[in-house]
């Protein structure tokens, strides 16, 4: 596994750089500081830009059904098995489905096994949550012409979604965990992604004359759930904030300047 790194510093054509060189008194800030507060902001559209996009309650729900959805791939109800059995074997799938409403369900394997489904080699029993895992491709997703078992009780089913669904965002904590690592305050993002204090996140600071800030994600499965056209946005919106922020800056400061000037004239 090898970490994602993104570095933020002001280089000589920086329009950033070249207004903080010009009036070094008026925007009372120093380079180390802008470049901490670049780091985060690109931090936060780093985590904007990676699936599920954006940070909106739709965002979120999008990211839950897709865990359900590819759950649902992996474990199978039941009653899905009866249906699927009784278009190959309807009296196999009426003593499937008997032996399931009396919980008798190593003998509803059996007659699973003994018929003319296409799911007759399936395990009929308790949810194994490492056929999920082993399941899921290296994109984190799921692709499954058929499930992998059938599962005796979906409550266990249902809670084992609302397990996963937690980890929505899961990705996205990591960016945000690097915009903590550095100080100061991080804004914009949302507590669906914030929550995940335990995302490999990180990022080191160098100080000096070149001041430097490295954001670094360890996730092992980053790249797959990023583009390069989102890290391409990210940088550029994440620069564009930081360069309108310090021109408001000035602006208004030279405002405040001339209200001055007015007064004592």
Same mark, same amino acid.
Do not use: C
């Given at each position: 596994?090898?970490?994602?790194? %993104?570095?933020?510093?002001?280089?000589?054509?920086?329009?950033? #750089?070249?207004?903080?060189?010009?009036?070094?008194? &008026?925007?009372?800030?120093?380079?180390?500081?802008?470049?901490?507060?670049?780091?985060?902001?690109?931090?936060?559209?780093?985590? @904007?830009?990676?699936?599920? %996009?954006?940070?909106?309650?739709?965002?979120?729900?999008?990211?839950?059904?897709?865990?359900?959805?590819?759950?649902?791939?992996? %474990?199978?109800?039941?009653?899905?098995?009866?249906?699927?059995?009784?278009?190959?074997?309807?009296? *196999?799938?009426?003593?499937?489905?008997? #032996?399931?409403? #009396?919980?008798? %369900?190593?003998? *509803?394997?059996?007659?699973?096994?003994?018929?003319?489904?296409?799911? &007759?080699?399936?395990?009929?029993?308790?949810?194994?949550?490492?056929?999920? +895992?082993?399941?899921? +491709?290296?994109?984190?997703?799921?692709?499954?012409?058929?499930?992998?078992?059938?599962?005796?009780?979906?409550?266990?089913?249902?809670?084992?979604?609302?397990?996963?669904? &937690?980890?929505? /965002?899961? *990705?996205? /904590?990591?960016?945000?965990?690097?915009?903590?690592?550095?100080?100061? @305050?991080?804004? /914009?993002?949302?507590?669906?992604?914030?929550?995940?204090?335990?995302?490999?996140?990180?990022?080191?600071?160098?100080?000096?004359?070149?001041?430097?800030?490295?954001?670094?994600?360890?996730?092992?499965?980053?790249?797959?759930?990023?583009?390069?056209?989102?890290?391409?946005?990210?940088?550029?919106?994440?620069?564009?904030?930081?360069?309108?922020?310090?021109?408001?800056?000035?602006?208004?400061?030279?405002?405040?300047?001339?209200?001055?000037?007015?007064?004592?004239?």
């Amino acid at each position: 596994m090898s970490d994602v790194r %993104f570095t933020s510093k002001m280089n000589g054509t920086s329009d950033v #750089n070249r207004l903080l060189n010009r009036y070094p008194e &008026k925007v009372g800030r120093t380079l180390e500081s802008l470049v901490k507060q670049e780091a985060r902001g690109l931090a936060v559209e780093l985590a @904007r830009n990676t699936r599920p %996009f954006g940070f909106s309650e739709a965002a979120k729900q999008h990211g839950e059904k897709a865990v359900a959805k590819d759950i649902g791939k992996v %474990f199978a109800l039941p009653s899905d098995a009866f249906e699927k059995t009784k278009l190959a074997d309807p009296v *196999a799938a009426d003593r499937f489905w008997a #032996n399931i409403q #009396n919980r008798r %369900f190593s003998r *509803a394997e059996k007659t699973l096994q003994s018929s003319n489904s296409l799911w &007759k080699d399936l395990a009929v029993g308790r949810l194994d949550p490492k056929l999920h +895992n082993q399941s899921r +491709n290296t994109k984190g997703t799921v692709t499954r012409s058929k499930p992998a078992q059938i599962v005796t009780s979906p409550k266990a089913r249902d809670a084992y979604i609302a397990r996963i669904q &937690k980890r929505v /965002g899961f *990705a996205k /904590g990591a960016w945000i965990n690097a915009a903590k690592a550095i100080g100061g @305050r991080v804004r /914009g993002s949302e507590q669906w992604v914030t929550r995940h204090k335990q995302s490999p996140g990180t990022a080191t600071v160098k100080t000096g004359t070149k001041p430097s800030v490295t954001l670094i994600n360890s996730l092992d499965y980053i790249d797959q759930v990023s583009t390069a056209t989102g890290i391409d946005l990210a940088l550029q919106v994440a620069a564009g904030r930081l360069r309108k922020a310090l021109s408001t800056s000035l602006l208004k400061m030279a405002e405040r300047a001339n209200r001055s000037l007015r007064r004592a004239g």
